[in-house]
């Protein structure tokens, strides 16, 4: 059992930044690819972006390239979203989650433990 927990979530006016963090129990962290999903009211769960196990390569929603940035530490077990220039558009709940299978990182499916989520409220 893998327990992954966000945090940094907040409100922020349109523009602003936060900063999302993901801390995962056990020791295997480094050895997967992490990746963010994020829920608007209303929405399908969405992908934002992944990132591979040793950091060496990152994938972006098209929305948000530009803006995001994904990294990890692996030394801590943890996984971060930058998001800067928000806008309302970005309102959701995000969720991070480990990568267990070798397709596409913008499928939920290929996911098998995610967190509970942090609320982004960006304001107009």
């Known amino acids: 059992q893998v327990l992954l927990v966000e945090s940094g979530g907040g409100l922020v006016q349109a523009g602003g930044s936060l900063r999302l963090s993901c801390v995962a129990s056990?020791?295997?962290?480094?050895?997967?690819?992490m990746g963010w999903f994020r829920q608007g009211p209303g929405k399908e769960r969405e992908f934002v972006a992944a990132?591979?196990?040793?950091?060496?390569?990152?994938y972006y929603e098209d929305s948000v390239k530009g803006r995001f940035t994904i990294s990890r530490e692996n030394a801590k077990n943890t996984v971060y979203l930058q998001m800067n220039s928000l806008k309302p558009e970005d309102t959701a709940v995000y969720y991070c989650?480990?990568?267990?299978?070798?397709?596409?990182?913008?499928?939920?499916?290929?996911?098998?433990?995610w967190g509970q989520g942090t609320q982004v409220t960006v304001s107009s």
């Open positions: 990132i591979s196990w040793n950091g060496g390569d990152t």
């Open positions: 056990g020791r295997t962290f480094r050895s997967y690819d």
């Open positions: 989650a480990r990568k267990m299978g070798s397709g596409s990182h913008t499928l939920r499916s290929e996911y098998d433990f």
